[in-house]
């Protein structure tokens, strides 16, 4: 089983910066999927950015060119930056990870994980 803790949200104002971490431990696949979800208030949980351990990765069509993802395999940390932060990106966000085969195309959709972190909340003010 893998444990994940993310860390990193605050409040912000928009059009500021965060970086997400989600520090991974215990049983971690050779091969994987890794990702982050946020879920609003009243929301269904959606799926932001995916990486494949093989570095492929997939953003939601709403953080492209804002948001980034991306891995410290020494340390096994999953990271998000995200730039230019909007109102509508307020959520709590959640890591997650599943075992993929090699050439699997990852996937932002929570039904395909098993692993999740708890959540870290990130603010955005107007």
């Known amino acids: 089983q893998v444990q994940l803790v993310e860390s990193g949200g605050d409040s912000v104002q928009a059009g500021g910066s965060l970086r997400l971490s989600c520090a991974a431990s215990?049983?971690?696949?050779?091969?994987?999927?890794m990702g982050w979800f946020r879920q609003a208030p009243g929301r269904e949980r959606e799926g932001v950015a995916v990486l494949h351990s093989d570095g492929t990765t997939n953003y939601a069509d709403s953080v492209k060119g804002r948001f980034t993802i991306s891995k410290d395999n020494a340390n096994n940390t999953l990271y998000l930056q995200m730039n230019g932060l909007k109102p509508e990106d307020t959520a709590m966000y959640y890591c997650a990870a599943e075992g993929a085969a090699m050439g699997w195309v990852c996937k932002a959709l929570p039904n395909e994980y098993n692993n999740w972190g708890q959540g870290t909340q990130v603010t955005v003010s107007s």
């Open positions: 215990g049983d971690i696949y050779p091969s994987y999927c």
